[in-house]
C-alpha cells in the first residue's frame, strides 16, 4: 500500500505541474441561516470505537444544529491513496483522522492547514508537548507547523499469562517497579518449560517495535546533524537487537517460529500455553479480552526498562484539511471531540492511550480490569519516535531495515552485519532524500 | 481405471475450488474463541450468527449490496451492448484501421491504474459524475471493454464466415444472417462476457474508494474494508460474515446464466 501511495503521489504531482489547480466543486457553500457541513472521515474500526465516534458525532450535531458533521468511515489500509487523490482533486474532507508520519508528507506539500495558534487554550493544555511533537512537522519552506491534534497513542507492552507466571515464581512488575530487561530475560528462561516457550517474538514487522523500543537504552538509530540525517547503529542500538537475539537462540527462551508472525498471530499459542508471554502493542488487549478460552487468566505487564521506561511514539490524529471551506467550524469541532470525556470514550474503545491528561485520569482507564491501569500509566513514558522526522525513512525500512532485521532474527547474519546494511544501504536511501 | 482417475482428479480440484468459500463459512460461524484456538476446527463447536450479526448492525450491508448489484449489472450489460458489435467489426472487416484499433485496445491495457486515476477523477468532476453510481460504472464499463472486446473478438472469430455466406445464399441479408445465425452461436461468448464483465465490477475496490464519497452511495468492497484495522489486524469473525454473504450474488448470478456457458455447438457446421 504504500508503494501505491507513492505511486499516486507521483502521478498526483506530476498531474498537478501541468494542469494547474483543481479548485472546489461549487457546492456547498452556506449561506446565511444555511447549517455549515462538514465531512469527518474518521478510521474507527473496533466496535466499540465505532460507536463511540457515531455517538459524539451525534451528540455535537443535536447541540450545533448550524454546523452539521458528516460522520465518513475510512479504513487504515487504503486511506493514504484516497487522501492523495481528494487532496489532488481539491475535494478532500474537511476533518481528517489520520496518523502522525502520514502527516508530514501532506503537510510540506501544502495539503493541511497549520494549527499553530489556532488551537483552544483548552484543550492545547490538556496534551502533553511530548505528544505535540508528534504533529509538529516542515511546511515545505522554511518554517514548521502543527498539522494536527494528537489524541490516540500506542505504548508496547507484555501480555503474560498468570497462572504461568505464578507457577514459575516470578515478581510480577508493576508500573512503579517494572522489570528490568535482565529481570525480563530471567523470567523468560524460568518459564520456558519442555514444549512451551517463556516469550514469542512476532516479528514480520519488526522496524518499529525494535526503533520505539532501542530508546530503552537511548538508541536513536538516527542522527542529524546541521540539517543531514545518518543511520547509527552504536552499542545504544545494538542493545535491544542483541537482546532479543540472545532469547532467541542463546537462552532459547523464545520461539524462533513465531518470528515470521504478525502482531496479533501468536495468540492462540498463547491461549493454549504454548508462550507465557506476548509483548505487544496495548491495543492487543481487546483481542486478548474477546478471544481468550473461558477461565483464562492473562495480565498486561508495564513495559521494559533499560537506562529509561522510555518509548517512541507517534499519535493518531485529527486534521483540518487545507482546501476545507469551512477551517474554523472544522476546529471547533475538534476541539469538541478530543476534549477530555471524549477522549476517554475513544481511548477505551480503541483500547489505546489518549493523549488527554483529563482523559487518562477517566476511572474507565485506570481500572485494573483488562490492565488499564498499567496501559494507561505507560503513557508517560512516550516520547516523539525519533524516526518520526526522518525523511526517506519509509523507503529505509521497507528496503533496508525490515529485510536485514529480519535475516538478523532469522540467525542468518551477525549483529555487526546487520549493523553495516542498517547504516550504509541506509545512508544511500537517505542521502537522496537530503539533496 | 482411467475414469476413476479422472474423477479422483475432478473430486481434488473440486476440493481445491471449494476450499476457500467452506473456511470463510466455517470461520464466519465461529466465536472469537474459536477462531483463537490453537487447533482450528472445520465444524465450529458453538455455531453462532453474532458474526453476521455484528456485520449488519455496523455497516449497510444490504445497501451496498444492492448498490453493487446496480452499478456490476448495469457495467455488464453495457460492456456487451458495446463490445459486442465492436469485435464482431474487428473480426470481419480486417483492414489496417482494424489493426490499429485492436493494437491500441491493447496498448491501453498497459497503463497502470495509479497513473490515470487522479485525471480521470477530474474528468469525472467536471462531468458531475464524482460520487454517482454513474460515474462508477461509465469508469468500470471503460476498464473492463478492453479485455471483454478480445474476448468477444476471439468468439466472432471462431464462427466460420462460411455459416453466414451460407446464410446469404439462402437469401438472408446481413442482419439477418447475424441475427438468425451467428448469434446464438455467440452465446456462450456474450455469457462469458457478461459473467467477467459482472465479476470485475462487483469485485472492483480503487476506483470505488475515489470516486465516491458519502457512506449513502457506497458499494460492497468498501463497507468490507472497515472490518479491517491498522497492521493487517481485522475483526475476522464480522469480516467473514460479509464476506461470504458478498459472495453469494456472484454465485446465484453465476448459477442463472452458467447453463448457456456450453461448447460444440458448431462441431460439424462447416464440412471439408
Not at chain 1, 460507536?51 to 444544529?65: G, L, S, Y
Not at chain 1, 515545505?140 to 497513542?153: E, I, T
Not at chain 1, 525494535?210 to 542500538?237: I, R, S, W, Y
Not at chain 1, 537462540?249 to 498463547?270: Q, V
Amino acid at each position: 500500500m504504500k508503494r501505491l501511495s507513492a505511486a499516486l503521489a507521483v502521478a498526483a504531482v506530476a498531474l498537478a505541474a501541468g494542469c494547474g489547480s483543481g479548485g472546489g466543486d461549487g457546492g456547498g457553500d452556506a449561506a446565511s441561516g444555511e447549517p455549515v457541513k462538514l465531512r469527518f472521515l474518521s478510521l474507527a474500526w473496533q466496535k466499540e470505537s465505532i460507536e463511540a465516534n457515531k455517538q459524539i458525532v451525534a451528540d455535537w450535531n443535536t447541540a450545533n444544529p448550524k454546523i452539521q458533521v458528516e460522520y465518513v468511515q475510512g479504513s487504515w489500509d487504503n486511506v493514504n491513496d484516497q487522501l492523495v487523490t481528494s487532496f489532488e482533486a481539491g475535494d478532500p474532507p474537511d476533518v481528517i483522522h489520520d496518523d502522525s508520519p502520514a502527516l508530514s508528507s501532506f503537510a510540506s506539500r501544502g495539503f493541511l492547514l497549520d494549527l499553530t495558534g489556532k488551537i483552544p487554550a483548552e484543550l492545547n493544555g490538556d496534551i502533553p508537548q511530548a505528544a505535540w511533537d508528534t504533529v509538529t512537522f516542515s511546511d515545505g519552506k522554511s518554517g514548521q507547523g502543527v498539522y494536527g491534534v494528537p489524541f490516540l497513542q500506542e505504548s508496547q507492552v507484555l501480555i503474560a499469562n498468570k497462572k504461568l507466571l505464578d507457577g514459575a515464581g516470578v515478581r510480577v512488575p508493576t508500573p512503579d517497579s517494572p522489570w528490568t530487561w535482565d529481570e525480563f530475560a530471567d523470567a523468560a528462561g524460568k518459564l520456558t518449560k519442555k514444549g512451551a516457550y517463556g516469550v514469542a517474538w512476532p516479528m514480520k514487522s519488526p522496524v518499529n517495535k525494535v526503533l520505539n523500543l532501542a530508546l530503552n537504552f537511548g538508541g536513536t538509530f538516527f542522527d542529524t546533524q546541521g540539517g543531514k540525517t545518518t543511520v547509527k547503529v552504536g552499542p545504544q542500538e545494538r542493545e535491544v537487537l542483541q537482546r532479543i537475539h540472545d532469547q532467541l537462540y542463546t537462552d532459547r527462551s523464545a520461539d524462533p517460529s513465531a518470528l515470521g508472525m504478525g502482531t496479533a498471530d501468536p495468540l492462540p499459542g498463547f491461549f493454549a500455553g504454548k508462550y507465557a508471554i506476548v509483548p505487544a502493542g496495548v491495543y492487543l488487549r481487546q483481542q486478548v479480552a474477546e478471544q481468550a478460552p473461558s477461565g483464562f487468566e492473562w495480565v498486561t505487564l508495564p513495559p521494559l526498562k533499560g537506562q529509561t521506561s522510555q518509548q517512541g511514539a507517534v499519535s493518531q490524529t485529527l486534521s483540518v484539511a487545507a482546501d476545507s471551506k469551512h477551517p474554523d467550524e472544522a476546529l471547533k469541532f475538534i476541539a469538541y471531540f478530543l476534549n477530555g470525556p471524549n477522549q476517554a470514550k475513544l481511548a477505551k474503545g480503541d483500547w489505546l492511550l489518549p493523549t488527554s491528561t483529563t482523559a487518562a485520569k477517566d476511572p474507565a482507564l485506570t481500572t485494573k480490569e483488562n490492565g488499564w491501569d498499567v496501559a494507561t500509566a505507560s503513557a508517560k513514558d512516550l516520547v516523539v519516535a525519533p524516526f518520526l522526522k526522518v525523511n526517506g525513512f519509509d523507503e529505509w525500512k521497507s528496503k533496508v531495515a525490515t529485510p536485514a532485521m529480519q535475516e538478523y532474527f532469522a540467525d542468518k547474519i551477525s549483529l555487526d552485519e546487520l549493523a553495516k546494511r542498517l547504516v550504509e544501504d541506509g545512508n544511500k536511501v537517505l542521502e537522496r532524500y537530503s539533496r | 481405471m482411467t475414469r476413476a482417475l479422472k474423477y479422483l482428479a475432478l473430486l481434488g480440484y473440486l476440493v481445491f475450488l471449494a476450499f476457500p468459500l467452506l473456511w470463510l463459512l466455517s470461520t464466519a460461524l465461529k466465536t472469537p474463541q474459536e477462531m483463537a484456538a490453537l487447533d482450528p476446527t472445520w465444524i465450529p463447536r458453538r455455531p453462532t450468527l453474532a458474526n453476521f450479526a455484528d456485520a449488519f448492525a455496523e455497516q449497510d450491508l444490504v445497501g451496498a449490496g444492492l448498490r453493487s448489484l446496480v452499478v456490476a449489472v448495469a457495467t455488464a450489460l453495457i460492456t456487451v451492448a458495446l463490445a459486442l458489435p465492436a469485435a464482431y467489426a474487428l473480426a470481419r472487416f480486417r483492414g489496417v484501421a482494424g489493426k490499429i484499433a485492436i493494437g491500441w485496445v491493447l496498448v491501453s491495457q498497459v497503463f497502470p491504474v495509479v497513473l490515470i486515476i487522479i485525471p480521470l477523477f477530474m474528468v469525472l468532476r467536471r462531468m458531475e459524475l464524482v460520487n454517482t453510481l454513474a460515474g462508477l460504472t461509465v469508469v468500470h464499463v471503460t476498464f473492463v471493454m478492453p479485455f471483454a472486446l478480445w474476448m468477444l473478438r476471439g468468439y466472432v472469430r471462431a464462427v466460420p464466415r462460411e455459416l453466414e455466406e451460407a446464410a446469404a445464399v439462402d437469401g438472408a441479408g446481413r442482419l439477418r444472417a447475424l441475427a438468425a445465425v451467428v448469434a446464438p452461436l455467440l452465446a456462450p461468448g456474450v455469457v462469458a462476457t457478461l459473467l467477467f464483465s459482472f465479476i470485475s465490477s462487483w469485485n472492483e475496490f480503487m476506483f470505488a474508494l475515489v470516486i465516491l464519497k458519502d457512506p449513502g452511495v457506497e458499494t460492497l468492497p468498501l463497507t468490507l474494508v472497515r472490518f479491517v484495522g491498522p497492521e493487517g489486524v481485522a475483526r475476522l469473525g464480522p469480516l467473514a460474515a460479509a464476506s461470504l454473504l458478498a459472495t453469494v450474488p456472484s454465485l446465484v448470478f453465476f448459477a442463472t446464466i452458467q447453463r448457456r456457458l456450453r461448447s460444440g455447438l458448431m462441431a460439424g457446421a462447416v464440412k471439408g
